[in-house]
T-cell receptor, first 110, second 110 residues
Framework: EPEVTQTPSHQVTQMGQEVILRCVPI?????FYWYRQILGQKVEFLVS????????KSEIFDDQFSVERPDGSNFTLKIRSTKLEDSAMYFC????????FGPGTRLTVL | QKEVEQDPGPLSVPEGAIVSLNCTYS??????FMWYRQYSRKGPELLMY????GNKEDGRFTAQVDKSSKYISLFIRDSQPSDSATYLC??????????FGQGTRLTINP
């Protein structure tokens, strides 16, 4: 069964460093999303992406964040200068109808 | 008023019991309603997806939507210890973001 994959599963970084989180959405899906979940809190929307551009973004998704679909399969989330409060699980999702989520990348900022 | 409200629990029931999980939402413009299951530090796994008011059944799971009351439910029959997880309701509109509830942590005791 097709699934969304994400790498790495766990990323540890120092505050102020750049990180790139990678996702491979399900191949025939057209809409792509990033969400995050701080430990013990609800899943929060970050950004949606369609037709090679951002279609919607939340207040969380400020200038430190960017997304890219560099080729036909990968979808990336870049955080330019990480802060302690960026520590969270980051989930990629893709959809044709319902949204399917990847297993997540646990980001730890020290 | 929060867009989606969900009792975070925790909820603990004996094996074989019927479990009822609920969410309320505030915006009548939302069109579709989902239930996800999430194990600790894993990605949300889609369980049920429905557009309309009424019931939708899949095995031991029944999703119920009452649009007039802005109330959605998930029932689990013959609950098993493997059903122990956090259950997330999520609602959406078109290709836009999903809005998640807080999640209800469920434990099924053998």
């Amino acid at each position: 069964e097709p699934e969304v994959t994400q790498t790495p599963s766990h990323q540890v970084t120092q505050m102020g460093q750049e990180v790139i989180l990678r996702c491979v959405p399900i191949s025939n899906h057209l809409y792509f999303y990033w969400y995050r979940q701080i430990l013990g809190q609800k899943v929060e929307f970050l950004v949606s992406f369609y037709n090679n551009e951002i279609s919607e973004k939340s207040e969380i998704f400020d200038d430190q964040f960017s997304v890219e679909r560099p080729d036909g399969s990968n979808f990336t989330l870049k955080i330019r200068s990480t802060k302690l409060e960026d520590s969270a699980m980051y989930f990629c999702a893709s959809r044709v109808g319902e949204q399917f989520f990847g297993p997540g990348t646990r980001l730890t900022v020290l | 008023q929060k867009e989606v409200e969900q009792d975070p629990g925790p909820l603990s029931v004996p094996e074989g019991a019927i479990v009822s999980l609920n969410c309320t939402y505030s915006n009548s413009a939302f069109q579709y309603f989902m239930w996800y299951r999430q194990y600790s530090r894993k990605g949300p796994e889609l369980l049920m997806y429905t557009y309309s008011s009424g019931n939708k059944e899949d095995g031991r799971f029944t999703a119920q939507v009452d649009k007039s009351s802005k109330y959605i439910s998930l029932f689990i029959r013959d609950s098993q210890p493997s059903d122990s997880a956090t259950y997330l309701c999520a609602i959406g509109r078109g290709a836009q973001k999903l809005v998640f509830g807080q999640g209800t942590r469920l434990t099924i005791n053998p």
